[in-house]
């Protein structure tokens, strides 16, 4: 069963088609945006811009440092750049030059981590950018926004251009469900609640919205009202909402495609802790490299499934208290 079945959704197109398309529309309204890519455009679809702009799309080659350092000097001249490449390459082999040219000098530089998580399936672990969420949090000026669908890519990349300052935005190779419909509304730094509930939260970025609906229409057929978030945005994060749902739900479990330790479990785990202490799981990978598989078997291999999320309900709402059989 695919992901968002369980939930009615409608299924997606592979987000990295849905990020080159949205990358194309804000090229096509703002002349200040310009590309800058890893030799990797035909695998992001950034080079939907180089068909269409060819004047606006730099080939920097396999220099992923050489490509965040004339973006942060663009950004200098007043320009928009857009930093395409896999997430695992962006962020582990520029590091320093994020951290120094983009982080500390708040240029207005956007990053683009493409084939985020394990679902690149078959390219295995050294391309899978499971890090990459961890490494940008340690960046303390950078804005993350973690896109669930096609709608929310567009407004992930529009959001990008109209927000002054460095973003990281994480796109996949994954087809991922329709959660929203057209016209939906975001704002940086606010979560959504898709679902209303009493009995616990669940908490999910990207891939695992998804799954989220999926566990949530699973537990209503027990009579289990569960509340799902996404969270859209990883910094800013949303603390009024995560924690206003720890007081009322008195239970939460958090889902991503990333690895535990460092990733948006942990921080959302920090704000509760600090305001509404209250029984916590967590979905995502351990510590593991991956293997190389069909990105469906990896989800399952690895534990990041509806199933398991929906087992983590059952273990947060016992420690609550309630007896569920």
């Not at 351990?286 to 989800?299: E, I, K």
């Amino acid at each position: 069963m695919r992901i968002g079945e369980r939930a009615g959704l409608k299924p997606g197109r592979p987000m990295r088609d849905v990020f080159g398309e949205a990358l194309l529309a804000v090229c096509e309204k703002d002349p200040r945006v310009i590309v800058l890519d890893g030799d990797l455009g035909n695998s992001t679809k950034a080079d939907l811009v180089r068909k269409r702009f060819p004047e606006r799309f730099l080939n920097m080659g396999i220099a992923e440092s050489n490509l965040v350092g004339v973006a942060s000097g663009l950004s200098a001249c007043g320009f928009i750049p857009f930093v395409v490449s896999f997430s695992s390459f962006l962020l582990c082999n520029a590091y320093d030059q994020i951290r120094l040219g983009v982080a500390m000098s708040r240029a207005n530089v956007k990053l683009v981590g493409s084939h985020g998580g394990i679902t690149l399936g078959k390219d295995g672990p050294t391309q899978m950018g499971i890090e990459d969420l961890a490494l940008v949090g340690g960046l303390p000026t950078v804005t993350i926004l973690v896109p669930c669908d096609r709608v929310s890519m567009h407004w992930a990349v529009q959001a990008a251009v109209e927000r002054t300052g460095p973003v990281f935005i994480r796109s996949s190779r994954y087809a991922m469900p329709e959660v929203y419909e057209d016209g939906a509304s975001f704002e940086v730094g606010k979560a959504n609640v898709l679902r209303e509930g009493k009995d616990l939260t669940i908490v999910a970025c990207g891939l695992m919205v998804g799954c989220a609906l999926d566990a949530w229409a699973m537990l209503r057929e027990e009579g289990i009202e569960a509340r799902v978030i996404d969270l859209h945005t990883i910094r800013p994060l949303d603390r009024d909402t995560l924690v206003q749902a720890a007081r009322e739900t008195g239970a939460l479990v958090v889902a991503e495609e990333h690895l535990l330790h460092g990733g948006v479990g942990a921080n959302v785990a920090r704000i509760v802790a600090e305001e509404a202490p209250c029984p916590m799981r967590f979905v995502g990978l351990a510590d593991v490299y991956p293997d190389s598989a069909d990105a469906d078997d990896l989800l399952r291999e690895y534990g990041l499934t509806s199933e398991v999320l929906f087992g983590k309900c059952h273990e947060v709402l016992e420690l609550k208290g309630r007896i569920v059989t």
